[in-house]
């Protein structure tokens, strides 16, 4: 059967409708189904209406193939302990007759004429006879259509319906059977037809189909077991009929290549009426007519539900009028064929009315299949015309957004994963970090990245963490811990989102930001690091992955052995503990404060010092002794020295260092200007003497150049003095090599008008003048940001990784629908970094391969371990984020859910979302939403309050 098409049906329904209101009184006015007004349970009636009516069809088109009432009764019997079928066996047979030759002329003349000196003299004619031998054949087809019961081993199982024999004689100019000798079987067709007569009411035949409404698995009027049931039947029966139809015009194909002219565009049933139509009419009941024996149809329909109310639905008289115009129909196509075709042959008018036939049952099962496909199409475009568009996975996402905020109380109400790095309220932030998802939609465009939702438990004081910088050093961190619960909903195997985590920092800010997962109560193991500082961009996407939910898990295992259930668990238990995200910030100025001996908030306005730090820690890989206040080292030279003294101090400490470096750094440029003269080729010159190279300009011009290769050459790499480039060359050798020194073809370029970078680093930078500023008091080293305040925080220390087991528990008691399944979150491989050069440089954006990122975590990791001297120093200004998701996984669309399942996915996904909040907040749930909400969740999801789900 084809599949529902809208069009198609349309066009169909609207030309039988006109040949309906010609059958029916002249005061109805039948219309399509969705045209008419009318109620849920209308739908009902509608597909058993139509149901009803294809069962008659069928029976009324096999009994125009010699079906009778007492075959109908006895099928019916026979239908209650064993399967009823409908086979179909063919047989053929090809044997030699006689040969014959005969002669045939060519139309064609050919005449000569004979001349003598130009005057005609005779004329002769001549013609081309052919002699043809021809072979003739005797082919004999026989065929029969039985009803069996069971396997139909004794005769008593089998019921002849339709048996013939018919032979035809065949020509060939070769002595070569032009079929097979014999051909046993030439066709063998069965269907199973136990559905068509268990569907009888068992008092008479008359179609008794309903559709059970409480049955468990009825969803709506096309989704339930006895539809399903139908449908099956009607698929197979379609197919037996085109099978049997097909090999009953190929005798017809036979028939004509033995030169016996047949009409074959005959063999068409578009003049059959088709009784199943989804229509409806605007009247009131009536009783069924009596149509007696006169009636021409062996099967009527009765009402098969005498409680039901309908002044929309087609009456039984109305449904039984268009049942004896399609048996009506049948007989005026078969008088048609009786003109058309032979009485005898091999293939006659029984044939031709055969292969109508069983296109026209074909066909009643398609007009049905379109029939309860188009209830269900009306469901769907009501729906939309109820919302004003069809729903998509992103549009859901965003309703569900608004349903939390009429579910939740405000202290539990899921937030934004976006929060704001800073050290306190007072202080400006450092950056934002956020999880964002791109909701694509249905073209593949997305719309604006928004932060995805999430419920959140923090923590303000805990006990500390470690994560390792390398195998020999660990570092231990304090601070706030926030545990976010994230639920996503995929519908048809598509989330309809794209997640990605993105840092930005504002200008002169900066702080790292670690990537991994929960490793133990007391550990964090980063995969990922990055220094986040100057408008820096980094966007990180995001990768989910589903694991199996906790039913699916334990079905799978069940019949496994021991260790083999052994192995299984213990690879889930690593991929529960995988959905533990983390994301691990790090503020860098507080702990620059901290390293340095520096009183709270002493950077907060240096700038330029912080840079300067920085680059320091990170460039050149400066240990932070060298640079911090050391008051036990005869550094203070009066007691209690202020937060200014000990500031003048680092910065005097800086200015050393950078004038050390420079100082470094001229001495190198000396060294290797005087290794590039040593290696010149004097001998070249003009006149070859060193004085002419001097007054050529030959040593500025090393020197220029020395100083652009040096700004330009290893940027990241802190300079080496005395260093020669590879295999012996000197250094500034390639810039220098080519052309003599002197030549005009090959100047030297002279530096540019600003000063070169090298030249920049190696000026004495300005000794500052210390500001003149009073003692601050110390800040606090901790303080929650702003998603801390809400209720949920706590002060206990919680075991992370006993979370996914938790909350696999709760999947497995309270998610019925067994639709729950726990999901790890995994960093994607392109990630991409928008960043300024400069203070006024315009944005440029590039993307981090894996070495990238690689070295990206080595300078994080470096100046971690500066920050913290090796692991000494605890980092007190961190925040970890630990991220815990799953989704909610629908077998088809937001619609396709509501309409076909007959869903509410709002339903769902809010006792998911229950289910997760209540884990992670650690309350039950009617703590969790509001009262006048409670009543409501009770009905939908009466599990979540029982005593053993809290």
Known sequence: MEAFAEGRVEQRLQAALERVRVILDATKDPQAAGDVHHQYEDKYLL??????????????????????????????????????????????ACSYLREETREEEDPTRHAEEVSVRGALQAAFTSKVVTRITEYFWKFEAKYELVAIRGVGESADDRLCLVTRTGQAELITSAKQSPRPEVKKPAAKLQVNANWLFRNLKNDKAVPGFTVDRLAKHCKTPRRNEDVQKAYNHCERVAVFAKQVSTYLSGLFQVQTAAKKSLDLGALRDDSIFSPVLPVMVQNSQEAIEDLGPASESIVLVEAVREEAQSNVQLTVQDSNRLLQEEVRSLKGKQTDLAEAFPEEGLATRAEAFAVVTLQHVARVCSSWADAVGYVEDMLRKQLAAAIGKEVSPGDFAAYMRFHYRKLFHEAFLPKPLCFSVRRSDTHSPEGTVSIEEAVVGPGGDSNINSPIVTMVASTAESAPMTFPLNASTNVTFAGERHLHAWLSHQFSGQSGCELSLVARARQFSSMLVLIGRVSSATSFDPKYAAIIQNKDELTIPLNLSTIPSPKEFKDAIESLSPEQQAFAKAFRAMQLESTLFGVLVVQIKPQL???????????????????????LFIKYQIPSDLLSFDATSGEAEILNPTAAERLERVKGHVQAMHEMLAQAKQEDLQEREREVLYHLPFANFERGSRKDFERQGGRAMVRETLQLSAASVNQSAPIMCGAAAPGGAPPGGAALGGAPWGAPSMPVPSPPPCASPARAAAAPAPQPQPPQQPPQPAQPTQRLPDEASSVGASSGTRDYTQVPVEMDQRFEKLDTDNSLRPTIINPGERWTKRSQKALLASPSTSHLSKAEQKTEREAAFDLLDALTKSGALPLTHASLHVVIAATHCFDKTVTETVIQNNINPIAKVERSSLIMASTVHQKPVPDLIKDEQVQRVTDNSPQLFLKDAR
């Open 47 to 92: 597909v058993e209406g139509v149901t009803n009516a294809a069962v008659a069809s069928q029976l009324n088109s096999f009994s125009a193939l010699g079906l009778t009432m007492q075959h109908v009764q006895k099928l019916q019997e026979w239908s209650k302990d064993k399967v009823v079928s409908f086979q179909f066996n063919a047989e053929e």
């Open 593 to 615: 404060e901290q390293v340095l001996n520096l009183a709270d908030d002493s950077l907060t306005k240096e700038i330029k010092l912080t840079q300067d730090l920085m680059q």
